[in-house]
């Protein structure tokens, strides 16, 4: 339902609402959401705010600012929930409020808390359950008359997401018909459709990704910007990167990066490739039926003091040869350039069609 | 069980029996399998043989035979069910047959069939069921002292998982210490382990790949060789090829394609790499701390005359400057050799640890 608002999300972020890696959900929604989050709840930070929205220990006391909607804002390696969790979540059921997950532990399937949900009226989401009767690309992917970017990178966690959001948010702003298509549970969080492509059966992942750009065509979108997942380096989620690249079948990539990272978060040991090999890999890897150029870097830069963030651009651009900034510090207007000199390098007219 | 034959099995491949593609399972098992497969049911074609296997027309005709064990032999792309494949699956039941199924729908959860089995006192076994547990890798594919190879390849279906069978066979004819590590749903039915990884949770594709090695080399193992999955180049399952790469960790790949293959089969116009570029793709995307050659060339050349098969593999040979040979039609003997060429020049010692 654009332009109502439906939802006033309580984000639990239990322990981790200062965590960037483990609290992306909760700023995801946060700062790009529709619906407002109008209180967190992490009794290890009460009194602090997270993104200008207040933090409190419990949910008794969130209770206060009139949530409608819980929101589980953290993601933990591999999905799990952490089970201290469950006292949370039957406190938010018996408050009345609707409870959306996006682990991979449904809800939905948890006896006791479904049961709880139907005594107390309210509705389980879990956003990464997967739609029915997934199945393998039929070919729509290279028929539909779009332009796709996909963000792609060196790691995950890194921005893939934020930098879909902000190219899609600054297309928009200049008047194209942009959509951002969601993958991954806080994108799903955020603009309210999706599929969570990590959460597949693995047969059925470019099927799935297929689905994503076939929808955000659908919804109006000539220019298409898909949250990208993992990295083709990870030594865990490359297969879903695989997959999303060859399903969502893109015209561009934007690489992102984490400016000054060389290990693979959480893999220590695990190098990253050099920007130049990771540009080199992604373009060797594109369907043959659609091949795809790096139109730019996004560098996450937030971790530098300004002036080491405008030398570290420039760095990776000169390494590159390729468009570089920090589309979320300093605007995306230097990355959609790039990538909309890329789209019309590529896209014969024909195959675009307007 | 080794060595004890405690299985008799009735194949199903109605309408499919002489498919080379979708009679994979039925053959696969016929030719490799410790425990005998001694009827087929195809309606089509009584009267004739698979591999020496009576064909008959009905599930009826087939208990003549003796059977203890029903496989269902045919893999539909995507992995459903066929529904006229209903009613004979429920006469096998009705017999009193163990069923096992390698598609992506269970019969387990179908209430109709496993009312029916529980009826009847036999056993559903879903080859594809992913197992418990399953979670991101946790670096033990890196640790274990076993040299791993990995069959890679052009397309689907060129005889992957036949490559790492008769791999291993010679193998262990020749005393190596080598187990064959199944990763789909004909290898577990020949195997009568493993996991069937196209059917995981995407995330936990490369984890689940890190089990099967770490159970490889529990096994006995300390050479493996991995039934590889889909391909790099493949528009609809590369995600599942890239998280067995990463999560099997291979020292070695040996890189599988039909001969004179130009097009992935079943996506019309989606052009084959040349096995150049497919040597190079897979050496720049193996993991850098588990850097990984090319060492052979494995064609498929069962549809061409010996003089022909000859000149391919000569060819092949020539493009890419690595050994080749058929290893099915010609022995695995060259291919091993090279495999095992590769392992010393790549394991150092103190890493393989024997």
């Not at 795809?292 to 651009?313: G, Q």
Request: charge should be negative; aromatic fraction near 4%; hydrophobic fraction near 40%.
């Amino acid at each position: 339902m654009p332009g109502t608002v439906t939802k006033r999300y309580l984000i639990l972020a239990e322990g981790r609402s200062g965590d960037p890696h483990y609290g992306k959900t909760a700023r995801g929604v946060i700062r790009y959401a529709p619906d407002p989050a109008v209180v967190v709840v992490d009794s290890t930070r009460p009194g602090e705010t997270l993104d200008g929205v207040p933090v409190v220990a419990t949910v008794a006391e969130a209770l206060g600012y009139e949530p409608t909607t819980a929101l589980v804002g953290v993601a933990t390696q591999g999905g799990r929930f952490p089970p201290a969790w469950r006292e949370l979540l039957k406190a938010c059921i018996e408050a009345g409020l609707d409870v959306e997950n996006g682990l991979h532990e449904f809800l939905g399937d948890d006896p006791e808390l479904a049961e709880l949900a139907s005594r107390h009226d309210v509705e389980l989401r879990d956003l990464r359950r997967p739609p029915e009767g997934l199945d393998v690309p039929k070919g729509e992917n290279l028929q539909i008359p779009a332009q796709i970017a996909l963000t792609v990178g060196s790691d995950c966690a890194i921005g893939k997401k934020t930098v879909a959001l902000e190219l899609d948010l600054e297309a928009r702003r200049r008047g194209l018909p942009s959509v951002f298509v969601p993958t991954g549970q806080t994108g799903i969080a955020i603009a309210g459709w999706g599929i969570a492509v990590d959460a597949v059966v693995a047969d059925f992942l470019a099927g799935a990704a297929e689905r994503l750009v076939v929808e955000g065509h659908r919804r109006g979108g000539e220019l298409l910007f898909v949250e990208g997942q993992g990295s083709l380096a990870h030594p865990a989620y490359s297969g879903v990167t695989l997959g999303l690249i060859h399903g969502a079948a893109p015209h561009v990539f934007v690489l992102c990066h984490r400016a000054g990272s060389t290990e693979i978060e959480g893999y220590p040991s695990h190098p990253l490739p050099s920007l130049t090999q990771l540009v080199e890999l992604h373009e060797r890897i594109a369907l043959p039926l659609r091949p795809a150029r790096v139109a730019a870097l996004a560098l996450n830069t937030a971790h530098l003091e300004e002036s080491h963030a405008r030398r570290a651009i420039a760095e990776a651009a000169a390494e590159t040869g390729l468009p570089a900034d920090d589309p979320v510090r300093f605007g995306a207007s230097t990355v959609l350039d790039a990538v909309l000199r890329a789209l019309e390098a590529q896209v014969p007219p024909q195959a675009a069609d307007h």
